[in-house]
């Protein structure tokens, strides 16, 4: 009689490392993660480059949970001094950025991933396990930045945007100017326009992007690489 085996199989945790300067931030994500799931283990942490690239070659994770500013560098130093020596280890950017420059820096350093610090902890654990399986992971919006980023690459296609598809081009260059610092009047200068003229297409930007003031446009610009 053909002996019976047990066809469940214990699946292992993923092992995490965590990377970030604030020691309290670090203790708190290590607190829910160890408090809600048995699917990731915490293996160590660093709170600098120096710290965490000696970590994750003694540890050897299988996700880098990685900040990316820190005093002595950021999470693209980490990406450069890592993944020639451990391609294997797959990193997820964690921050409380979300400008288009920092994802795009730590995308194009290696990382799988980008989520911001307003994820929940449930969503931080899918997050981890789905780059460990292979996938890319996005906190929503900045999915677009990188799309954005590659798309003037040969044979991609153009990556359409809603809301920057509602200005006319004349509030691009009006908007372009003012992101990049330019008074009302040298607005005007460079466009040979009036300064009438330049305060009506602010006003029309503004009630396009329901957005209040000089400094949130000039970060929606940002944001979409018009600056």
Known sequence: MAEETDETT??????????????????????????????????????????????????????????????????????????????????????????????????RAGARGYVTKTISSQELVQAVVRVSEGDAVFSPRLAGFVLDAFADRPGAAPISDPELDLLTPRERDVLRLLARGYAYKEIAAELFISVKTVETHVSSVLRKTQLSNRYELSRWASDRRLV
């Open 10 to 107: 214990t699946k292992r945790p993923v092992r995490v490392f965590l990377v970030d300067d604030h020691g309290l931030f670090r203790a708190g994500v290590r607190a829910e993660l160890d408090q809600i799931t048995d699917d990731v283990e915490v293996v160590g942490e660093a709170g600098s480059v120096a710290e965490a690239v000696a970590g994750i070659t003694h540890r050897k994770p299988d996700v880098v949970l990685l900040d990316v500013h820190m005093p002595d560098g950021g999470g693209a130093e980490v990406l450069r001094k890592v993944r020639p020596e451990l391609p294997e280890v797959v990193f997820l950017a964690l921050s409380v950025s979300d400008a288009a420059e920092d994802v795009i820096a730590v995308i």
